[in-house]
């Protein structure tokens, strides 16, 4: 059989019990036709970078699959059909990731950092518009002489008049 990561994007509407409900459906589909599921995570709601019907954010889930092509296509199927699911994505492997995935390890580090704000990062020694511009002396707009006396402006031939 072969491995498969399989994510899904359910709508921002959902309930966290109903976007249960649904990978426990979808499980039931790839059991029944011979495969089975290994590690489900659920990423939670985030913001999507453009609306997709309608929806600004989605709940995001992970399931790592080991099926037969078939149990695969009738899943996707169903989700095709399913006007809780916006998108989904399945992904071959070699061979199932061990432990936390990318996006888990990411909220994992988030949370060990503590309540340090944003505006507690080290800018370095100043940022950009602290720069020291040197000694310039005054501005004056209004000495000309330095730069010679003003010409009137030329005619234009075949202007209007």
Not at 115 to 135: C, I, K
Request: aromatic residues 6%; hydrophobic residues 30%.
């Amino acid at each position: 059989m072969a491995l498969y990561e399989h994510v899904f994007l359910a709508r921002q509407d959902l309930s966290q019990q109903q976007v249960d409900a649904l990978v426990e459906q979808y499980k039931g589909v790839i059991e029944a036709n011979g495969g089975s599921v290994g590690r489900v995570e659920n990423w939670g709601l985030k913001s999507l970078t453009y609306r997709v019907n309608k929806n600004r954010k989605a709940y995001y889930t992970l399931m790592d699959l080991t099926c037969p092509p078939a149990a695969l296509n009738e899943m996707e199927r169903q989700m095709g059909l399913s006007e809780d699911v916006l998108r989904f994505m399945t992904v071959k492997v070699e061979k199932h990731e061990e432990g936390a995935s990318a996006m888990m390890q990411k909220r994992e580090e988030r949370s060990d950092r503590g309540d340090r704000g944003f505006g507690d990062r080290d800018r370095g020694p100043r940022s950009f518009g602290d720069r020291d511009r040197g000694d310039r002396g005054p501005r004056s707009f209004g000495d000309r002489e330095d730069r010679g006396p003003r010409r009137p402006r030329e005619a234009v031939e075949g202007g209007a008049e």
